[in-house]
């Protein structure tokens, strides 16, 4: 069965600090990949996706995720965190047949000020 | 514009009840899918509806079913209720091709607890 996986459950780093979160997924054929945050209080919404093209994808709030394909993996990464980016973080694949979408269980960030 | 919204807010049902989850989508949007998410779990697959029609469906059992109205408002209805039934249950609305891999616009989410 497909599955997006999450290595890192809850994060904490201080302000200005670089993030690194982990996204793999075990798909063997065509995917689409998402990034999708929930702040405190408010809907999940997309950060970032990539379809084709350049494997380095930028989203909104200057961060960035890149596709490695032989690593099945699509980790989003942003040089400097703010105490606003605090939320949950979700890694997401859709699967190409079936209409099929599938979500990572999720990591937790908190940026101390 | 008007952003997705879900109703109630909080539901509580007992094993064996049915209920009705209802959603309406974002202005323009004519497709909606729902989710399941279980306490510190992802948001799992349920379905999606595009043009009324079930467009896709995830590891759900046929109890979980749902309908797509003309004005693209939405119902998730969930037969002989489980206790593991008891999640957050999501809206999404999307605005082009039926496609998961559409940006999709999330409601609020209705808790649903089964005693």
């Known amino acids: 069965a497909q599955s997006v996986s999450q290595h890192n459950h809850h994060v904490i780093l201080s302000e200005a600090a670089s993030l690194e979160l982990g996204c793999n997924y075990s798909?063997?054929?065509?995917?689409?990949l998402f990034w999708y945050v929930q702040y405190p209080g408010q809907h999940l919404q997309l950060l970032l996706k990539?379809?084709?093209?350049?494997?380095l994808v930028k989203g909104i709030k200057g961060f960035e995720a890149e596709f490695i394909k032989s690593k099945f993996s699509f980790n989003l990464r942003k040089p400097s965190v703010q105490w606003s980016d605090t939320a949950e973080y979700f890694c997401?694949?859709?699967?190409?047949?079936?209409?099929?979408?599938?979500f990572g269980t999720g990591t937790s960030l908190t940026v101390i000020p | 514009e008007t952003g997705v919204t879900q109703s109630p807010t909080h539901l509580i049902k007992t094993r064996g009840q049915q209920v009705t989850l209802r959603c309406s989508s974002q202005s323009g949007h004519n497709t909606v899918s729902w989710y399941q998410q279980a306490l510190g779990q992802g948001p799992q697959f349920i379905f999606q509806y595009y043009r009324e029609e079930e467009n896709g469906r995830g590891n759900f059992p046929p109890r979980f079913s749902g309908l797509q109205f003309p004005n693209y408002s939405s119902e998730l209805n969930v037969n002989a209720l489980e206790l593991d039934d008891s999640a957050l249950y999501l809206c999404?609305?999307?605005?082009?091709?039926?496609?998961?891999?559409?940006?999709?616009?999330f409601g609020p989410g209705t808790r649903l607890t089964v005693l």
């Open positions: 997401a694949v859709n699967a190409g047949t079936g209409n099929q979408f599938y």
């Open positions: 798909y063997g054929g065509t995917v689409n």
């Open positions: 990539y379809f084709s093209g350049d494997p």
């Open positions: 999404a609305s999307s605005p082009l091709s039926g496609s998961t891999a559409d940006t999709q616009y």
